[in-house]
T-cell receptor
């Protein structure tokens, strides 16, 4: 089975621009989560989607948004980029089964640099 | 919310040495995972271990949920083991809460 894929792998933007990152989960996985990793804050949860619905949201400003499509693929968008948004953005997928919280698998990440 | 602490923050070893990494968490959890982050940033799954003991080659892990800690053992370290090791927990959601990691450097 193919793993979690993320595109693009690298991205350079300037302040004020917006960016869209894409994540394709492992086939059959229905839950997709996004995380931001920075040297100062470590790995922080952004949001989680299941069946096209946002189930959980981390403590990030409204400039960060996401969505999930019917095929479970997910996108996240960051508007009005700030220098502090420079980070590695990681996507994870899991095979959600009812009330069981399952092992999560991560993609290779998108490294965003904001100039 | 749940707090996750890892120790030690840094570990320097010579090839062939053994090591133990520790993860403490502040409250009950459903699940616990150990990851190795490679130099390119990808998190590689090592163990999914909400309780008990598992082994995979030179690596093994033990989680004692009632005492709120987990241990990752690396035996006969190799240079390819270098990187950052994270533990992460979740409780009643798919949201993973990560520790701050242990940076391991293995020298030949």
């Amino acid at each position: 089975k193919a793993g979690v894929t993320q595109t693009p792998r690298y991205l350079i933007k300037t302040r004020g621009q917006q960016v869209t990152l894409s994540c394709s989960p492992i086939s059959g996985h229905r839950s997709v989560s996004w995380y931001q990793q920075t040297p100062g804050q470590g790995l922080q949860f952004l949001f989680e989607y299941f069946s096209e619905t946002q189930r959980n949201k981390g403590n990030f400003p409204g400039r960060f948004s996401g969505r999930q499509f019917s095929n479970s693929r997910s996108e996240m968008n960051v508007s009005t980029l700030e220098l502090g948004d420079s980070a590695l953005y990681l996507c994870a997928s899991s095979l959600f089964e009812g009330a069981r919280y399952n092992e999560q698998f991560f993609g290779p990440g998108t490294r965003l640099t904001v100039l | 919310g749940i707090q996750v602490e890892q120790s030690p923050p840094d570990l320097i070893l010579q090839e062939g040495a053994n090591s133990t990494l520790r993860c403490n968490f502040s409250d009950s959890v459903n699940n616990l995972q150990w990851f190795h982050q490679n130099p390119w940033g990808q998190l590689i799954n090592l163990f999914y271990i909400p309780s008990g003991t598992k082994q995979n080659g030179r690596l093994s892990a033990t989680t004692v949920a009632t005492e709120r800690y987990s241990l990752l053992y690396i035996s006969s370290s190799q240079t390819t083991d270098s990187g950052v090791y994270f533990c992460a927990v979740n409780y009643n959601t798919d949201k993973l809460i990560f520790g701050t990691g242990t940076r391991l450097q293995v020298f030949p």
